[in-house]
């Protein structure tokens, strides 16, 4: 769930970071908004720590900033701020180690240069501490409130503070603020109680004068500590502080009303012009939220829509909708329905609303504030005839007659910056040339060349001049390697009907304010899938002898799909893909499979079903390698290692139990916690020596207890399905799953 604390005062909160590697990294929320006044308007939560890392005058030193940061970086946007984002980290470090739910408001604006020095610091005295939390609105009950709030996690690394934390006092050279891992009260109890081992209190800090929560905590004689050991008081003052404390931002910025989710959310909506023109397929989802009302009370969810007019021309205007799964948040729980549907292009679509029939029969309508969804149809990015090869991005779009004067790719593209972490954003407009007329629409197609960090992560649009209607906030990673004409593929072969459903996916994508949290994470940004495992059955539609790779036997050329993938362990894409990058990247996986001449995916087991497909539909040559097959669009080449499958191991003085449920919120296992990208079942049973039961997650994460501390469920074992990151011959569960080991009788 965390990682003790790089910092010594005066405030810490870990940032489970939703990220496809499943780091864990800490964001230390006041480091940013400390230096800001709210007497003369300036600084606060900016995103300035991003020009202030180096450790300038003692602030911002520890490995933490950085990897938070890096990690943080491909979230910005020119929707999302670096501040923003930030803020909320705080809501998804928070509620993930079990604190309350803080309230987060958007509209952040990011700074463009560091902001002055002068941090909180352990040596500062009491009165500076009194100085600093008033200069961004903190009277004294709540500096002292709100620094019990920060230090309910994390520690002191000896690293960074040696005068605190000698080197070698200290498990892992980090001395801990409390006994617990979880965001609660036990810094307060133990302090008052006596018994803390708060390294800020007592130890070497209080010899050098660097035992700043003591300062802190006494200088109202302990009065408003001792009311921090009572749990609800505890938790309601964090919540109420910390969302003050991230709506510190300049006098110039108006942040929104606290985000709160939808109960009906529309999303991922998109029109595309298919063969022809007389037809134009919708498609996306419908996000039902389930909190209060369970998704089996759903029985049909649909939309009901205006034709282009406004008018119902379209005769009964309703498209139908399928069950696509559920999803859970911290404090939310969704279901998902996707459609997809063909409509007359003469009539097309304006809006729609969503109508909700519940198993009784009664109805529930939702049409945005009585707005309805709006839907334009005037430009329409063309997706299967868009694609990014190498680094060239061609965008197509289809525009209505009458032809406007101009029409736009925009870019938003990432930019480096020398000596940062975060890219800067920088917008680029390309003109779009007009091509072929399908019947009421032209198409309009623009290219780029982007830099080889720009390919995977860069958002844009297709707009009409003179600000007219868009098509915005696409993204490069969404488009193929391939651009396909317009009535071969994706554009002319769709049905009437309904979405296909995903077959046994149930990811966690969203939380009441960010996105959900894996085991690691997640606000909005990686979430926790389970699925259920398929079996891949021997090609045999060609006796044209397959390709051959050391170690590896070839399957054969199968089905995969964009939504329900086969192999689900890691993935990656690259303009350099061969037989032996691919597999050298699944190393220690059973399977990798290559697809679309420029990706790589690994798995242990095959995620979704999978039929054999001809050898001829696998025909996209490698982009590192032209004289080797990397499988086409939804077809892919898999090979299976002939090393030893990854397993569950057998360690002395204990027994594997099997694979269990986890929460990010309710840690099942939480007296001690290990971190180790090398980790090994061997070594997480060292480290967890004298505790009855431990448990290894995500492939780095290893929990110790004596027993389980929250309700958990033994799961099928295809469901631990993380290699170990020090031995890719053991398993070391998965997204929000423990491999579990007992000690023996």
Known sequence: MRRPSSFGLPFTVILPVLSISQTHDRLTILEDMATGSVFTGDGGLDASIVFELGGNQGDNIGS???????????????????????????????????????????????????????????????????????????????????????????????????QIVPPGSAPNEVRNFDTTVKFDEKLAVEYTSGTTQDPLVVGPSTNVGRNSDFKVFNIDGNVT???????????????????????????????????????????????????????????????????????????????????????????A?????????????????????????????????????????????????????????????????????????????????????????????????????????????????????????????????????????????????????????????KSTGDLEATCSPLGTGGGGTTTTSSSSTSTSSSSSTSSSTTSSSSSTSSSTITSSTTRSSSTLTTSTTSSTPGPTLAGHTYEGCYTDSATARVLTGKSSSTSTLTYQSCASYCAGYTYFGLEYGRE?????????????????????????????????????????????????????????????????????????????????????????KGYSIFGAEYGSQCYCDNAFSNPTTKVAEDDCGFICGGDPTELCGAGNRLSVYKASP
Do not use: W
């Not at 911290?330 to 679509?349: E, H, K, R, V, W």
């Not at 029969?361 to 990014?388: A, H, R």
């Not at 290692?641 to 840690?667: E, F, H, I, L």
């Open 64 to 162: 933490a900033f950085p990897s938070t940061l890096t990690t943080l970086a491909p979230y910005l946007s020119k929707r999302s701020s670096m501040a923003d984002i930030i803020a909320m980290g705080m809501y998804t470090a928070v509620r993930s180690c079990g604190g309350p739910a803080i309230a987060v408001k958007a509209g952040r604006v990011d700074a463009t240069a560091a902001g002055p020095v002068g941090v909180p610091l352990p040596q500062n005295s009491a009165f500076t501490f009194q100085n600093q939390f008033a200069r961004v609105g903190f009277n004294q009950t709540e500096m002292i409130q709100v620094v019990s709030c920060g230090h309910t996690l994390g520690g002191v690394h000896s690293a960074n503070f040696p």
């Open 225 to 315: 500590i001792a009311t921090m050991t009572n749990p609800t008081t505890f938790q309601n003052a964090c919540k109420y502080l910390l969302a003050k404390m991230i709506d510190v931002v300049p006098s110039s910025v108006t942040l929104t009303d606290p985000i709160v989710p939808y109960d009906v959310k529309p999303t991922a909506l998109q029109l595309t012009l298919l063969a022809g023109g007389s037809n134009i397929q919708f498609a996306g989802e419908i996000r039902v939220r389930t909190t209060t009302r369970a998704a089996s009370q759903i029985a049909k969810v649909e939309l009901v829509y205006k034709d282009r007019t406004g008018g119902s021309g379209c005769g």
């Open 317 to 473: 205007c309703k498209i139908s909708t399928t069950s696509k799964g559920a999803a859970a948040g911290f404090d939310d729980n969704y279901a998902f329905y996707g459609f997809s549907a063909q409509l007359p292009s003469s009539t097309s679509i304006s809006s729609f609303t969503v109508l909700i029939t519940l198993t009784g029969g009664t109805t529930e309508t939702y049409n945005n504030n009585g707005n309805g969804f709006p839907v334009q149809d005037k430009i329409m990015l063309q997706s299967p005839q868009s694609c990014v090869t190498g680094n060239t991005l061609t965008v197509v779009a289809a525009v209505r007659s009458p032809a406007p004067a101009s029409v736009s790719l925009d870019l938003t593209l990432k930019v480096p910056r020398n000596g940062l972490l975060v890219p800067g954003l920088q917008g680029q407009s390309v003109a779009m040339t007009k091509g072929a007329t399908v019947g009421d629409y032209s198409l309009y197609s623009g290219s780029y060349i982007l830099d080889s960090s720009q390919v995977q992560n860069t958002k844009f649009d297709v707009s009409v001049g003179g600000g007219g209607p868009a098509d915005t906030f």
């Open 600 to 688: 790589c995916y690994c798995g242990n087991s095959f995620s979704n079903p999978t039929t054999p497909a001809p050898a001829s539909d696998c025909s996209f040559k490698c982009s590192g390698d032209s004289t080797e097959i990397c499988g086409a669009g939804n077809r892919m080449n898999i090979f299976k290692s002939t090393s030893k499958a990854p397993s569950n191991t057998t360690v002395p003085g204990y027994t594997y139990a099997g694979c269990y449920t986890d929460s990010t919120s309710d840690r099942v296992l939480y007296k001690k916690v290990y971190f180790d990208s090398k980790l090994t079942i061997e070594k997480c049973a060292a480290a967890c």
